[in-house]
């Protein structure tokens, strides 16, 4: 027998014991009920945490095949504004009137012909456009948008930004190339 029981036969009638007794079943309920209720928010909690870490593994998943998809087709991936319909690298047959990089005529607006060289190792920039007149005309270049090297010794046209260099006269970051003459010739100054 409990000992809830036990007091219940004890009391003799007398109605504020049994109000007491009546009290503590009633918090002994209430009690339960906060202890199931607790259980249930702890599931539930688990129950989404595992729902939103299936839902970020497949959007994960997803996203890696979209990029695999576009990258496997041999189709260069452009990483420019959206108004770029241009190649960004060159393929291994460049011919004259050939255009590469991004066609964003806000951003490259300085421009220049000539014909390009590999810098060398104490030059700003990876690469030279020598220009005629001599070393004060030469353009010095980095590209982030094209591999220059595929135009080493072309006459080119480019497109770019220019930003004050530290040793060179003038240091431009290439954002498009047009191919002018495939097999060029250096000027005559060099």
Known sequence: MSET????????????????ILRELNLDKSEEKLESLQVMK????????????????????????GIHQLTATGEPVSTGPANSDL??????I???????????????TDSAEGYLVVAEV?????????????????????????????FQGMEIKIK?????????????????VEVLVVEGEEPSEF
Do not use: C
Request: avoid cysteine; charged fraction near 25%; aromatic fraction near 6%.
């Open 5 to 20: 029981t036990t007091k219940i036969e004890n009391l003799d009638n007398k109605p504020e014991a049994q109000d007491d």
């Open 87 to 92: 190649q960004q690298v060159a393929g291994e």
């Open 122 to 150: 104490d030059d700003e920039g990876s690469h030279k456009l020598l220009r005629p007149g001599g070393d004060s005309q030469t353009v010095y270049l980095t590209s982030s948008s094209t591999d220059l090297d595929k």
């Open 42 to 65: 702890n599931k539930k909690s688990s129950q989404i945490l595992i729902v939103l870490s299936i839902f970020a593994i497949l959007a994960g998943v997803g996203t890696g095949f």
């Open 94 to 108: 460049v011919k004259a009137g050939d255009v590469f990089g991004i066609k964003d005529e806000d951003t490259f």
């Open 160 to 176: 770019g930004e220019t930003f004050k260099g530290q040793k060179a006269g003038w240091l431009m970051d290439v954002g498009q």
